[in-house]
């Protein structure tokens, strides 16, 4: 029952932040105020508070009190890289779908740029492939060829699951060895990419997005 309890009391608290419209950095009540609102025992409240900071939901700093959180997808991270290790174990499960979302998510937030045709944006994608041919920096140009994308794309919460899928598959992917991916491949394909949001054809994109993940996907089979 005391689990059960904490979870109602934790979603207690949601309501409560969302009824008095409560945002990032706002403080909660005090627990006293909380205990007396959900006549809860302070030992629960303080389980409930703890369940929500895992989540990212609150911030309690110690001293100061309990404040709303971002709710950052980053929360999320522990939950998903372990799921994804324990279903890859036998059969790679767990990465294939991991990639096979991902590449759906890119896949429309790449269409919706060749809608936009923005020069700007075009040039610092191109950018990025350029970096991508110097092995220092490719690794770190090519997170923010599709950071690029995902925020220009316009949609948050894609954007957000995007990074987390990105930080998971770059921890999980030791199970499938390294990249084989040669400076000059990996800037082929990006390149690839720009060239089908420049066209503004959204067949083209959908090939070039399914390239991408090609050799990742070998590596899978």
């Known amino acids: 029952m005391r689990t059960l309890r904490s979870q109602e009391l934790a979603d207690s608290i949601v309501e409560l932040i969302d009824r008095r419209r409560l945002g990032p950095g706002d403080p909660l009540p005090p627990e006293p105020r909380?205990?007396?609102?959900?006549?809860?025992?302070?030992?629960s409240v303080r389980e409930a508070l703890?369940?929500?900071?895992a989540l990212g939901i609150v911030e309690i700093r110690?001293?100061?009190?309990?404040?709303?959180?971002?709710?950052s997808m980053t929360a999320l991270s522990p939950s998903l890289l372990f799921r994804t290790r324990a279903r890859s174990r036998d059969d790679l499960s767990g990465l294939r779908d991991?990639?096979?979302?991902?590449?759906?998510?890119?896949?429309?937030?790449?269409?919706?740029?060749?809608?936009?045709?923005?020069?700007?944006?075009?040039?610092?994608?191109?950018?990025?492939?350029?970096r991508m041919s110097d092995p220092a920096t490719a690794t770190a140009a090519d997170?923010?060829?599709?950071?690029?994308?995902?925020?220009?794309?316009?949609?948050?919460?894609a954007a957000e699951l995007i990074r987390l899928f990105w930080s998971v598959y770059r921890q999980a992917e030791a199970l499938i060895g390294a990249p084989r991916t040669p400076s000059d491949a990996l800037v082929a394909k990006h390149q690839r990419i720009v060239d089908a949001i420049t066209g503004g054809d959204p067949e083209a994109i959908d090939d070039a997005v399914r390239h991408h993940f090609d050799e990742v996907?070998?590596?899978l089979t």
């Open 34 to 43: 909380l205990m007396e609102e959900f006549g809860a025992a302070r030992n």
């Open 50 to 53: 703890r369940t929500l900071q």
């Open 62 to 71: 110690h001293g100061y009190g309990t404040f709303v959180g971002a709710a």
């Open 98 to 130: 991991l990639l096979e979302v991902r590449q759906i998510l890119e896949t429309e937030l790449t269409r919706k740029l060749a809608r936009q045709r923005d020069g700007e944006l075009l040039e610092q994608l191109a950018e990025r492939v350029r």
């Open 143 to 157: 997170g923010e060829f599709h950071e690029l994308i995902c925020t220009a794309a316009g949609n948050e919460l």
């Open 217 to 219: 996907r070998s590596r």
